[in-house]
């Protein structure tokens, strides 16, 4: 059975940091590109970070050199460090193994 478990979400203020981390089981996670992805309300669910099994990242515009996409293949879980939180980070995130599979998501609130 395939699960993805996001943690690391909460509330924190403008300009402010947490990490996320992805747990993942039941899938070949050192073959997997794994990605974040969140989703605003009213809002389609986009892009936020990639990460492919040889470590090659990939970011969205709006959060390039604030966040740090990394994977332990040593523990199948992926992390998302973000940096200079801003009050439009805020959204849940979801992280995806392949496209394929999905967690089902950590809130993250900034304060503005």
Sequence with gaps: QVQLVE???GLVQAGGSLRLSCVTSGIDFSL???GWYRQAPEKQRE???RITSFGFTLYADSVKGRFTV???NTKNTMYL???S????DTA???CSGGSNYWGKGTLVTVSS
């Design 7 to 9: 943690s690391g979400g």
């Design 32 to 34: 997997t590109t794994m």
């Design 47 to 49: 892009l936020v970070a």
């Design 70 to 72: 990394s994977r332990d």
């Design 81 to 83: 460090e973000m940096n």
């Design 85 to 88: 939180l801003k009050a439009e």
């Design 92 to 94: 849940v995130y979801y």
